[in-house]
């Protein structure tokens, strides 16, 4: 393979590796092939499967003043992670690659390659990279040797060039072919969530028509059965059949996708009720759990596959040559099946099952995915989160989307999410009841969208209610299906190392975008400059770029350290959380138990935030909204004149969240109604910003992950005692994460 001549230098006769932690009772090897470098492990002893396994990396370079660290984004959703020197004494973590700057024309990368059975992640710690492998419940035969995965490192001048490498090199290793398309055309999912019914549709193809003649496909989404009983199509959706909207788009010119989550069940489904022995269990018998209550289909039984298989060959038959398979994280998660697999292994059962049945020409994209290990199954992926018409959403979406422009066309089509540009007034009584489907865009911020998605991804799929867009949004809807069919290659980020990129460059067009809410000034390729106002774009149309960076911009600011003065309760009583509600802090990778994939483990080596004393244990209390329960109950027993909350709020942004309720011992209570910013905050810190609560405050920011807790004071007013705490049901689509109580 010629990667490191074409790109870089393979940097592994500089490096040390050496196994720092083998379990006993195994063996593992090392071979380096320029930038590849792979390994065995074998059983020798009794036990069948390992824990974990520890690969230590000396990078062979000295760090500078200018150096950094940058991880990927390893999900949808996430995005790069960027770590200045200060942070080297904490331990940063990657799931799939990292990039160590050196200096500021020396980068060093180290990426995981390949996903077949262990998962794995790199740790960086004061310039000392570890790699650790993950048994994932793999069971070995005695004497039984199995690859682990495969590592790419690679060293260069240009972290742009690494990541280019680093993308050709997976699309060799996977032997990935991919079925290039370039989408224009209507989703279901944003405007309508589950409540569309096909004379929805045929209003919305009807406007579609209207503003553009080269769109080429309608995807239907979730909405249309019951998840697992995919062939059962509502007759309240479509009472003709799912063939006869499929027949009607493509006599308008369309294909048609549709939209299924492989990995999971609902709990009234009748497929669950058929087939209980389907779906992953706990070591206790329990179903592994997933996304308010829905179970995960075990993959490692031959009659699962074979189920999924009929569906697909359903969907085939009816026309469908789209399929938008989502909430594939679930297919990651920790279990016991019918045969002993690691999470990988089923997982790549059921999508190698979805392509074979789908074949060739069936476009694939992927949703809500880890994305390491669908390369090779699907055609398309979604980088982007869920997509809201709010600013604040749209500026995260393009974060997540720059983390993966490297694998555009190479490993997979990005793809951002939907083209929402409706603003307010633009909505009736169908829109989806949530708060967050209601727009406050601007006319200059939807055009900001519409030229980012146009620019950054090959699917323009329109998700407003088209007829009720006013003229001039209607028109950048058109602009967008026009500009989409003539970008049809890949784009290069510009501006790495900014907190959120600004500058992107695809064939000849240059888009710069002011993520900014005041006016900015950027400096383009060429020593030019570009002014624009706050939530701004601009695409500037044949500009010739050499391919050379931009100057290394000044590293972001890091999370903000825990905000006001401490409290002055240096004595009070921390309160021990009551058995009720309680989810694992760490991420079990036998059974797939955690809370936010283990994001909240470091506070267990705390005690004390913003000079309150808690008292953190392995559990901490999460409460989600549609769980049968209605409440949770801690009990306090004591007489108290101040309370504390160690707690964050995982989703919402704004509104009422919910209540504490403060039931005394005479009887009497007292309601405490907690308010998004000003009582609680969101779990991640970029979710919450500007901060400016008077009544709570940051309590600690994770600098890897960004995940946030923050400490709420409480003055009861009580005269006696306190019997206990009743935390009331979520008002909000999100869970309530409460990580300790203290008592004064």
């Not at 950094?68 to 992670?81: H, K, N």
């Not at 036998?590 to 809370?595: A, I, R, W």
């Not at 309150?612 to 244990?617: A, D, M, R, S, T």
Request: charged share 20%; hydrophobic share 40%.
């Amino acid at each position: 393979m010629t990667i490191s001549k074409m790109y870089g230098t393979a940097v592994g006769e500089n490096m040390k590796f050496n196994w720092t932690t083998i379990p006993q009772g195994w063996n593992v090897s090392l071979k380096q092939d320029g930038c590849a470098v792979s390994s065995d492990i074998t059983r020798t002893g009794n036990a069948d499967r390992f824990e974990s396994i520890d690969l230590g990396i000396d990078l062979g370079a000295a760090l500078t003043a200018d150096s950094a660290v940058m991880t990927g984004a390893p999900a949808m959703g996430t995005w790069m992670c960027i770590f200045a020197p200060e942070t080297f004494g904490i331990t940063i973590c990657a799931k799939n690659w990292m990039l160590v700057r050196i200096a500021k024309e020396d980068f060093i990368l180290i990426a995981i390659a390949s996903w077949h059975i262990f998962s794995g992640e790199l740790l960086f710690r004061n310039g000392d990279v570890t790699v650790r492998f993950f048994g994932d419940g793999h069971r070995f035969a005695s004497g039984e040797t199995v690859p682990l995965e495969q590592l790419f490192c690679m060293r260069g001048s240009s972290e742009r060039a690494l990541l280019d490498a680093y993308a050709d090199y997976l699309a060799k290793f996977h032997a990935v072919r991919l079925n290039l398309r370039s989408w224009r055309g209507w989703g279901s999912w944003d405007y309508y969530a589950i409540k569309f019914n096909d004379r929805a549709i045929r209003k919305n193809l009807d406007e579609l028509q209207k503003l553009t003649s080269n769109a080429n496909l309608l995807q239907i989404d979730d909405g249309y059965s019951l998840w697992g009983d995919w062939m059962n199509i509502s007759p309240e959706v479509f009472p003709e059949g799912l063939d006869s909207i499929v027949k009607e788009a493509a006599l308008r010119g369309l294909e048609t996708g549709i939209w299924l989550a492989p990995f999971l069940a609902e709990a009234d489904s009748q497929i669950l009720k058929n087939h209980p022995d389907w779906f992953l269990r706990k070591p206790d018998g329990s179903y592994v759990p997933a996304w308010t209550g829905r179970v995960i289909f075990d993959y490692s039984n031959d009659e699962v596959v074979d189920y999924l298989r009929r569906c697909i060959r359903f969907f085939r038959n009816a026309g469908i040559t789209y399929l938008k398979i989502d909430f594939l994280r679930a297919g990651t998660l920790s279990g016991l099946g019918k045969v002993p697999m690691s999470a990988y292994e089923r997982f790549h059962r059921c999508l190698s099952a979805i392509r074979e049945e789908a074949g060739d020409d069936c476009y694939i994209l992927g949703c809500s995915a880890e994305f390491a290990p669908c390369i090779g199954h699907v055609d398309g992926m979604r980088v982007g989160p869920d997509i809201s018409p709010k600013f604040e959403d749209v500026r995260k979406s393009a974060h997540c989307c720059m983390a993966s422009a490297h694998l555009h066309r190479k490993v997979y089509q990005c793809d951002p999410d939907y083209l929402i540009v409706r603003g307010e007034g633009m909505e009736d009584a169908e829109v989806s009841p949530s708060g967050a489907k209601h727009s406050t865009l601007t006319h200059s911020e939807a055009e900001l969208w519409a030229n980012f998605v146009t620019m950054t991804g090959n699917a323009v799929l329109s998700s407003d209610k088209l007829p009720l867009l006013s003229h001039d949004r209607k028109n950048l809807v058109a602009a967008a299906f026009q500009r989409a069919s003539e970008n049809a290659k890949g784009y290069y980020v510009l501006d790495y190392w900014h907190e959120i990129p600004s500058m992107i460059w695809a064939d000849g067009k240059l888009g710069v975008f002011n993520w900014s809410d005041s006016e900015q000034t950027f400096t383009l390729p060429g020593d030019t400059s570009l002014k624009l106002p706050a939530h701004a774009s601009r695409i500037l149309e044949k500009f010739a770029w050499d391919g050379k960076q931009i100057p290394v911009a000044e590293l972001p600011p890091l999370p903000a350290t825990p905000t006001g003065e401490p409290f002055d309760a240096a004595d009070a009583l921390p309160l021990p959380l009551g058995p009720e509600g309680h989810e694992p802090l760490a991420t079990n990778h036998e059974t797939g138990e955690g809370l936010l994939d283990g994001a909240y483990v470091p506070i267990r080596e705390l005690n004390t935030f913003l000079g309150v004393p808690f008292k953190i244990g392995a559990h901490i209390i999460t409460f989600t909204m549609g769980e049968p329960r209605k409440s949770i109950r801690i009990p306090v027993g004591r007489k108290v004149r101040e309370l504390y909350f160690l707690h964050a709020a995982d989703f919402p942004v704004k509104g009422e969240w919910l209540s504490y309720i403060l039931h005394a011992a005479d009887g009497s209570v007292r309601e405490y109604k907690l308010l998004m910013g000003r009582d609680i905050g969101n779990s991640d810190y970029h979710y919450s910003l500007p901060w400016t609560s008077q009544t709570a405050r940051i309590a600690w920011v994770d600098p890897v992950t960004s995940r946030t807790l923050y400490v709420q004071k409480l003055v009861p007013d009580m005269q006696t005692e306190l019997d206990f705490i009743e935390v009331t049901h979520p008002l909000q689509n999100g869970t309530h994460i409460l990580a300790g109580i203290s008592t004064r």
